[in-house]
């Protein structure tokens, strides 16, 4: 980080020192990870300096924003709609983390147990490490899994202003009826915090910003497609995961560049790597920063991501909003629309995200798809059981994995996704 932000990290209320061993950690990790792999594209410039700049800039950017009276607003999920947080003139952060933090501390107030998600939440707040979360005006949590759900009573007593959206488990009339009547009282919740009416002119805003934001991202989705592959995996999960954090518009603007490089290598033939390499599809629990362990693991191979179906990745980013309607409730009503698609593993059935698994695959053209959980997540373990015979009757090769965020099982990993990308 070229500036000292000391001061503004000490204002926050960070613990400098926690923060410095974390910072020290992320930077190496990126060097190791990313900063060594060879035939990059050129724009990929952008994303190392948003990364560099991670706690950096952007939070002052954040902090600038605060003082003209701007609100920021933190999340931990994608049901949450940033339309509508753009919309009452808020900015919206993603909270998850991808790094254990005070653990010990950590098991003081939930069991150990818990996935890795819900325990680096905890985790930061506690170890005072996460700048984003220091800097949100408004923090936003969700009925989804029960873990989930559960620490947010315990986060909501460490954090001022902590919002719990609830959400359905069943895409039936009642769920609707439930999902719609919480977007709606989130409307209002940010109409007082930001003291900003959500109008129909703004409304249309949001939803332009995000839906190209989402249009780029797909953008680049669909070149990872193509035979020649022009990007890493793990260049491509960093942008999603990037997605989440920069200002939208500069965001959407340097993916498309992005792209537009993509395109002239993918007609030069210029591929990330110099050798054909196995496609395989990663399916499951998110992948927050900077949680790069299983595709690092499986680039290390002779293979390589071609896509995330996750909430960082295209289970977070498909079904544009409409943007059809000059008015309030109709917009609104789009947007309701939209999130209640989303098929995340807490919805019961949830044969839409197995049918979007198997699209994704014939679309990626992936030889074999690893379906990813956290472990002690249910809702995507459980799954996985019967995704993988699924996937095996549509004669795709797929393997179960159960990680964590430590590096303890870096070798049993690397055994195991090895005798899969040597099968397939
Ligand atoms: S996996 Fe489910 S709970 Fe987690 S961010 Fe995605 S939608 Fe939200
Ligand atoms: S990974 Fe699973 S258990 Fe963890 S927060 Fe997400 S849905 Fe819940």
């Known amino acids: 980080m070229s500036t000292d932000y000391n001061n503004m ?83 919206s952060v993603g909270l998850c983390a991808g790094a254990d933090f005070a653990l010990e501390e950590v098991e003081n107030y939930i069991p150990r147990n818990t996935c890795s998600l819900v325990k680096s939440a905890i985790g930061f707040k506690l170890g005072k490490v996460c700048p984003y979360l220091e800097c949100a005006d408004l923090v936003v949590g969700e009925n989804t899994c029960d873990g989930k759900k559960k620490a947010y009573e315990t986060l909501s007593e460490m954090i001022d202003d902590f919002y719990v959206m609830d959400l359905p488990q069943i895409k039936n009339n009642t769920g609707k009826e439930l999902f719609s009547k919480e977007i709606k009282r989130f409307a209002e919740k940010l109409e007082e915090l930001t003291g900003n009416e959500i109008t129909a002119d703004s409304l249309k805003k949001g939803i332009e910003i995000v839906n190209n934001k989402r249009k780029a991202l797909y953008r680049l989705e669909n070149l990872r497609q193509e035979k020649i592959l022009p990007i890493s995996g793990l260049d491509a999960l960093l942008i999603n995961q990037i997605s989440f954090y920069d200002d939208p518009l500069r965001f959407t603007d340097s993916v498309n560049k ?41 680039e290390s191979l002779d293979a ?76 995507y373990t459980i799954e996985a059981f019967s995704l993988e015979k699924e996937l095996e009757k549509n004669n795709l090769p797929a393997i179960k994995i159960e990680t964590d965020y430590s590096q303890e099982d870096m070798g049993q990993l690397q055994t195991r996704i090895e005798a899969f990308v040597e099968m397939i």
Request: hydrophobic share 35%; glycine share 6%.
């Open 9 to 91: 990290w000490k204002e926050l209320g960070l613990d400098l020192d926690a923060h410095n061993a974390l910072l020290e950690v992320l930077n190496q990790g990126y060097k190791d990870i990313y900063l060594s792999q060879e035939n990059r594209p050129k724009s990929m410039e952008y994303f190392d300096f948003v990364m560099s700049e991670v706690h950096g800039l952007r939070i002052k950017e954040l902090v600038d924003a605060k003082k003209e009276g701007k609100k920021v607003i933190g999340s931990y999920c994608v049901f949450v709609p940033e339309e509508l947080i753009i919309a009452a003139g808020g900015i």
């Open 258 to 298: 992005l792209c537009d490089e993509l395109e002239e290598r993918i007609k030069s033939e210029n591929s990330a790597y110099p050798s054909k390499r196995k496609r395989i599809l990663m399916s499951g629990c998110p992948m927050a920063v900077p949680n790069w362990k299983v595709p690092f693991i499986t």
């Open 304 to 379: 390589v991501i071609v896509g995330e179906e996750s909430c960082i990745g295209e289970r977070g980013l498909r079904n544009p909003v409409e943007n059809n309607s000059d008015n309030r409730s109709d917009l609104i009503e789009n947007i309701i629309q939209r999130y209640f698609k989303i098929d995340c593993a807490v919805f019961t059935p949830n044969k839409e995200r197995k049918d979007h698994i198997l699209e994704m695959a014939k679309k990626y053209k992936a030889d074999g798809v690893i379906l990813y959980g956290l472990n002690f997540c249910q809702p």
